[in-house]
């Protein structure tokens, strides 16, 4: 393979063994493709899918009877994006923050369903007319200041999370299209969150945005779709180490761009996109 003859020796054994460790976790899964066997492999094994598919498919067991249920589960897909945005500095590990905001978010939907102003955002598409006013903005804030005020694992620098939420509420002015179609197109949904969060297209939460953003439509629109080749694996403290390890340095001393770089050879190596891989490296069977 051509990318082969672009990494070191050293850096190919690596990648092999890594490889070797891969399959040894994923070849007994009852699907014979690759992307199904990712896909199978998230979904049984990722605490964080398991969290989202139950509130989801409890959201849509509720809606089922109306005109088109996808838009309480739109919005609920936008919560999502908000959540993994102010996804840093936990107090908590990630999979029991994320069944935290789960548990939540559900008992909030079914104790306000019969409220009519909650029901106006959450039966409208998000890139609908219906929901750009002040209301809608202070019901998304009021829902954050509550959540963050009482929950176990998200404690650290509330204030500055809750002005991420706030400037958040700039992507839904600027969703053109339908959150089915930027499932289809994420690498279309990272570059608007990026540039109405002011950020790098590569930074760790909003690539994380992007992976939960896709957790959640999987079940919402029951499809699976494979994520962008192009957008990178958001790196964590876990991942530094694992990278650290192989490149036998210091984690001190590894900069952001060899880390970088280090998934992005390995994403081409193995041929799986780096948002897949983020799973398949951390999470064991």
């Known amino acids: 393979m051509a990318e082969e003859k672009q990494i070191s020796k050293t850096l190919q054994k690596s990648f092999i063994e890594i490889k070797k460790n891969i399959t040894d976790k994923i070849q007994d899964l009852p699907w014979e493709t690759l992307s199904d066997k990712l896909f199978c492999f998230e ?20 809606v089922w009877k109306t005109s088109d249920p996808n838009f309480l589960g739109e919005y609920c897909l936008f919560l999502i994006i908000q959540n993994a945005l102010i996804c840093y500095q936990l107090s908590g590990r990630w999979e029991k923050y994320w069944q935290e905001f789960a548990v939540y978010l559900e008992k909030y939907i079914f104790e306000n369903f019969k409220n009519s102003d909650f029901t106006k955002y959450f039966f409208a598409p998000m890139n609908s007319k219906e929901i750009d006013n002040d209301d809608f903005r202070n019901n998304n804030i009021e829902f954050w200041e509550n ?10 620098f509330t204030s500055m999370k809750i002005k991420r939420i706030i400037k958040s509420l700039d992507i839904l002015e600027n969703l053109s299209e339908s959150f089915f ?11 608007l969150i ?5 950020q790098k297209e590569n930074a760790k939460t909003v690539v994380f945005s992007i992976k939960m953003f896709g957790y959640g439509a999987r079940v919402l ?14 790196i964590d403290c876990r991942l530094t180490d694992f990278c650290a390890n192989y490149l036998q340095k210091d984690k001190e001393e590894i900069k952001n761009k060899e880390i970088e ?12 996109p780096p948002l897949h891989l983020d799973a398949l490296l951390w999470l064991k069977k």
């Not at 049984?44 to 989801?56: A, E, H, N, R, V």
């Not at 629109?221 to 958001?234: A, G, L, R, T």
């Not at 998934?263 to 041929?271: H, P, R, T, V, W």
């Open 261 to 272: 770089d280090f998934y992005k050879k390995l994403s081409d190596f193995l041929e799986i």
């Open 147 to 156: 959540f963050l005020s009482q929950c176990k694992n998200n404690r650290r």
């Open 221 to 234: 629109f029951d499809q699976q779709v494979c994520f962008p080749f192009k957008i990178q694996i958001p």
């Open 43 to 62: 979904n049984t094994f990722d605490s964080q899918f398991l969290s989202l598919k139950k509130l989801i498919e409890k959201v849509k067991i509720l």
């Open 194 to 198: 990026a540039k109405k969060m002011k």
């Open 181 to 191: 179609w930027y499932y289809q197109n994420m690498d279309k949904l990272n570059t």
